[in-house]
């Protein structure tokens, strides 16, 4: 999609990323994706004292897009603390793959590529009624 402002979402998510709350890790990141009907949706990382429960900030980005009205990913960037780009973990890539499927695209630190670049043979809703 050569429409994607990718400036604008880097900055969005380097927004996103100075509310971060990353008091253990001092890791802030932020997140920001274009929803098909054009809304930019954000997320950032909540951190927390029992650590397995902290939240990503792809985690954020995807409710953010549910509540506000819910829709598809069509692209998505990660920035850390400095607001270079960041590649999403392994669980929130399964996330975006979910909410926007294998033609959603992603800023990496390789360049732009899609899902089903990122997260081959990915696991989805389909494969749920192939038992």
């Known amino acids: 999609m050569s429409d994607v402002d990718w400036q604008l979402l880097t900055d969005a998510a380097t927004d ?5 709350y990353a008091p253990y890790s001092g ?3 932020g997140a920001a994706g274009l929803a098909d009907d054009g809304r930019i949706v954000v997320g950032c990382n909540v951190e927390n004292a029992a650590y397995g429960v902290g939240l990503c900030a792809e985690c954020g980005l995807v409710s ?4 506000g009205g819910g829709g598809r990913l069509v692209a998505v960037v990660c920035v850390d603390g400095a607001g ?3 590649m999403p973990c392994g ?4 996330l975006l793959w979910e909410n926007g499927g294998a033609t959603c695209q992603l800023a990496t630190v390789g360049g732009v590529k899609q899902m ?3 997260l081959p043979d990915a696991f989805g809703a389909d494969d749920l009624g192939r038992r």
């Open 64 to 67: 953010s897009l549910h509540a």
């Open 84 to 86: 270079n780009v960041l």
């Open 27 to 29: 890791f802030p990141v």
């Open 116 to 118: 089903r670049d990122v």
């Open 91 to 94: 669980r929130c890539r399964q």
């Open 16 to 20: 996103a990323m100075r509310r971060a």
